[in-house]
């Protein structure tokens, strides 16, 4: 600051406020014409102007006595536009091309921050401009000469064939009545080229007197350019304060935002999409796209949103046809509206796309006119239910335009169970609404390449459920036969040393719960007289079996998981394991709960130790959230950096790379590998901030 010369003010200069021309005050730009060949000089012929519109045309004279007019050109073009006989209402009179005409153009439509000063005697005078206009020539005359060629040709080619005919042709007209216009409608008709053209066409122009610019009158109207009544005592006072004088000098941009063109209701960016509630991003989402797979809506949304959670908003506002989300007719057609084709309420399209969805979920393929005759709607309103959801296919009707997803009904069968019911409520509605015989509301039977129907019936869910307990039971009974069968040969004498398995008696933790599952569907199953022969014995061998199981497939997973994490949270350790169970076919063991306390017996068991982060208080995440585990030993070169690198992470939740470079360098030697100290990190850290923390230990800011 001391190095800062001083600025001094050297003079200080009022401004004034003129407002005598402040409604009729325009700038005229000449954007093809050099700065230095004004039109001050030329004669304006005529001046014309439509204050609505603020459209402005001059015609100024051409000097065709300048050497570089080339007369013959001139008389050729007025010989095209009006022809060989002049007359009063000719473009030329003259026969020669002598006056062009200027078009004007809007350069802005905000002018509020534009004014003409004016500078006299220490006081600078400003008048705030009522538009600035853009001219350019017109190239009118063109289309008049060319309009009289094509008369000429017509006359010519007419001839005298029109003498010949005795009477005019009898012609049929067509009569069609108007449909109601929608407000949608309204909107495109407003916006539309010729709506604007007809509006411009209606304002009549108003004729202007020129001035020159040394001309007596335009001398006088220039004194307007001062302010009248800046010497009276009320005007020289300030009494605005500094922050309501900036806004009067810089106000804002209202007006600009409001002449914006106005965009399509269904177009938003993706940056201003996730800015809004779940639901709200949802419902736009399946509002413009229709139809969408689960795993694409899930691609489209903010990355690590809860599937559960967004499962739960997208039944709001879609039904689940051929394992695909399709939005429901309420959120297209809201009350109060009505077809923009046919002028039929909301209601009753509601009711008819029902009918359409309803029918895809028994068949991949629907018939237009069987739409039309049940739901007796017009067939532009049934072609755009259609259009939503499938796709034509010549001679063969409308197809679903997406394959039936068989991953998502496999991964979640409450969602489509659910799902069910409330079709067969639709169904019960729409059977009593349209009156449709019995035989239409059966399934057709599918083709071989189709997939099933979603409609299940209660028995074929129960014959199923046997179908998987027996071939379980199955499963079930060759292992412990397996087992019995090495058990003999090595000399085994009892059911536990068969299974190799030691039963401990402690009491259960709260936090731990009892998994009666599999022992359940055991004894559901004996009384039920699926394998009675077997004993109880053979029954808790079983039992023991499965959790062996359990327990072999548990290992390998979180073995596998920090094998390519190496540092993870309990948090995220459960959110990858519930990814990995989701994508288990349905009946897999791991379906029967495991607590937090056994994922991290097992994370102990495969080699992991847990790091004693020490968060700052004020963090918001639960205690058991904020168990961090670190795989010790991975079996590679790098182990012993990692361990250093965690031990340094014991003492802050966060370091600086200098920090464990110079731990490393110190521990190593000083020829430590830049390389390598970049994979113990990208193995175990993230960094954020120009700080590194350790993986799940920080919220990632989105990119």
């Known amino acids: 600051m001391a190095n800062e010369e001083d600025d001094p003010i050297i003079q200080e200069i009022d401004v004034y406020l003129a407002k005598s021309l402040s409604e009729k005050l325009y700038l005229f730009q000449y954007p093809i014409r050099p700065a230095?060949?004004?039109?001050?000089?030329?004669?304006?012929?005529?001046?014309?102007?439509?204050?609505?519109?603020?459209?402005?045309?001059?015609?100024?004279?051409?000097?065709?006595?300048?050497?570089?007019?080339?007369?013959?050109?001139?008389?050729?073009?007025?010989?095209?536009?009006?022809?060989?006989?002049?007359?009063?209402?000719?473009?030329?009179?003259?026969?020669?091309?002598?006056?062009?005409?200027?078009?004007?153009?809007?350069?802005?439509?905000?002018?509020?921050?534009?004014?003409?000063?004016?500078?006299?005697?220490?006081?600078?005078?400003?008048?705030?401009?009522?538009?600035?206009?853009?001219?350019?020539?017109?190239?009118?005359?063109?289309?008049?000469?060319?309009?009289?060629?094509?008369?000429?040709?017509?006359?010519?080619?007419?001839?005298?064939?029109?003498?010949?005919?005795?009477?005019?042709?009898?012609?049929?007209?067509?009569?069609?009545?108007?449909?109601?216009?929608?407000?949608?409608?309204?909107?495109?008709?407003?916006?539309?080229?010729?709506?604007?053209?007809?509006?411009?066409?209606?304002?009549?122009?108003?004729?202007?007197?020129?001035?020159?610019?040394?001309?007596?009158?335009?001398?006088?109207?220039?004194?307007?350019?001062?302010?009248?009544?800046?010497?009276?005592?009320?005007?020289?006072?300030?009494?605005?304060?500094?922050?309501?004088?900036?806004?009067?000098?810089?106000?804002?941009?209202?007006?600009?935002?409001?002449?914006?063109?106005?965009?399509?209701?269904?177009?938003?960016?993706?940056?201003?999409?996730?800015?809004?509630?779940?639901?709200?991003?949802?419902?736009?989402?399946?509002?413009?796209?229709?139809?969408?797979?689960?795993?694409?809506?899930?691609?489209?949304?903010?990355?690590?949103?809860?599937?559960?959670?967004?499962l739960r908003c997208v039944q709001q506002v879609a039904l689940l046809v051929q394992g695909n989300w399709v939005v429901k007719s309420d959120v297209l057609y809201p009350k109060g509206t009505s077809s923009p084709h046919s002028g039929v309420p909301a209601d009753m399209l509601c009711r008819g796309r029902d009918f359409v969805m309803w029918k895809f979920t028994q068949d991949r393929w629907v018939v237009r006119k069987e739409v039309g005759a049940a739901t007796k709607l017009g067939p532009e309103d049934v072609k755009d239910f259609l259009e939503h959801m499938s796709v034509l296919r010549i001679k063969r009707g409308w197809e679903f335009m997406l394959p039936y997803d068989e991953d998502f009904v496999r991964k979640h069968p409450d969602v489509v169970q659910r799902q069910q019911m409330l079709w067969m409520g639709i169904q019960a509605k729409l059977e009593k609404v349209y009156n449709l015989p019995r035989e239409q509301m059966v399934p057709k039977k599918q083709a071989p390449q189709t997939a099933a129907p979603l409609l299940v019936s209660g028995e074929q869910r129960v014959s199923l459920a046997k179908g998987r307990v027996k071939q379980s039971y199955s499963q079930l009974e060759q292992e412990l036969q397996k087992r019995r069968s090495e058990a003999q040969a090595g000399g085994a004498d009892s059911p536990v040393d068969v299974?190799?398995?030691?039963?401990?008696?402690?009491?259960?933790?709260?936090?731990?719960?009892?998994?009666?599952?599999?022992?359940?569907?055991?004894?559901?199953?004996?009384?039920?007289?699926?394998?009675?022969?077997?004993?109880?014995?053979?029954?808790?061998?079983?039992?023991?079996?499965?959790?062996?199981?359990?327990?072999?497939?548990?290992?390998?997973?979180?073995?596998?998981?920090?094998?390519?994490?190496?540092?993870?949270?309990?948090?995220?350790?459960?959110?990858?394991?519930?990814?990995?169970?989701?994508?288990?076919?349905?009946?897999?063991?791991?379906?029967?709960?495991?607590?937090?306390?056994?994922?991290?017996?097992?994370?102990?068991?495969?080699?992991?130790?847990?790091?004693?982060?020490?968060?700052?208080?004020?963090?918001?995440?639960?205690p058991d959230e904020q168990k961090v585990f670190a795989l010790w030993e991975a079996g590679d070169a790098h182990d012993q950096h990692r361990q250093i690198l965690l031990d340094v992470f014991s003492k802050n939740y966060r370091v600086r790379r200098n920090i464990i470079q110079n731990r490393l360098a110190r521990e190593f030697g000083e020829d430590v590998d830049k390389q390598e100290v970049d994979k113990v990190l990208k193995d175990?850290?993230?960094?954020?901030?120009?700080?590194?923390?350790?993986?799940?230990?920080?919220?990632?800011?989105?990119?």
């Open 684 to 703: 175990c850290c993230v960094s954020q901030g120009g700080m590194w923390y350790l993986k799940g230990t920080v919220q990632q800011q989105p990119s």
């Open 36 to 310: 230095s060949m004004a039109y001050d000089d030329v004669t304006h012929l005529s001046a014309k102007i439509k204050p609505k519109q603020q459209k402005v045309e001059l015609e100024l004279a051409i000097d065709t006595l300048n050497p570089n007019y080339c007369r013959s050109k001139g008389e050729q073009i007025a010989l095209n536009v009006d022809g060989a006989c002049a007359n009063e209402t000719s473009t030329y009179s003259s026969k020669l091309m002598d006056k062009q005409t200027f078009c004007s153009s809007q350069t802005t439509s905000n002018i509020s921050r534009y004014a003409a000063a004016i500078y006299r005697k220490g006081e600078l005078h400003l008048t705030p401009l009522h538009g600035i206009l853009q001219l350019r020539p017109s190239f009118s005359y063109l289309d008049k000469a060319d309009a009289k060629h094509r008369e000429r040709e017509a006359a010519n080619e007419a001839g005298d064939s029109s003498q010949d005919e005795a009477e005019e042709d009898v012609k049929q007209i067509t009569v069609r009545f108007s449909r109601p216009e929608s407000e949608q409608a309204r909107q495109r008709r407003v916006q539309s080229y010729e709506f604007l053209q007809k509006r411009q066409a209606e304002e009549h122009w108003v004729h202007l007197h020129h001035y020159g610019l040394r001309d007596s009158h335009s001398e006088h109207e220039r004194q307007y350019l001062f302010s009248q009544g800046h010497g009276m005592a009320g005007n020289t006072e300030l009494v605005k304060s500094p922050s309501e004088y900036l806004m009067m000098l810089v106000p804002p941009r209202v007006e600009e935002e409001k002449e914006k063109p106005v965009a399509p209701s269904n177009v938003l960016p993706m940056a201003q999409l996730r800015t809004l509630p779940l639901t709200d991003q949802i419902k736009i989402l399946l509002k413009n796209v229709k139809v969408i797979p689960f795993a694409n809506l899930m691609s489209l949304l903010t990355s690590g949103t809860d599937p559960t959670t967004v």
């Open 499 to 622: 299974l190799g398995v030691q039963i401990k008696e402690e009491p259960l933790s709260d936090e731990e719960a009892m998994d009666t599952s599999v022992c359940d569907s055991l004894s559901n199953g004996l009384t039920n007289g699926i394998h009675s022969e077997e004993n109880s014995v053979d029954s808790l061998n079983g039992h023991l079996g499965g959790q062996e199981r359990v327990s072999q497939e548990l290992r390998a997973f979180v073995a596998a998981t920090f094998k390519k994490q190496f540092v993870l949270t309990l948090r995220e350790l459960k959110r990858l394991f519930n990814l990995h169970v989701a994508s288990l076919p349905p009946g897999n063991l791991l379906f029967s709960g495991i607590s937090d306390k056994t994922l991290q017996d097992v994370a102990f068991d495969v080699g992991c130790r847990q790091i004693m982060v020490p968060f700052p208080p004020q963090t918001a995440a639960l």
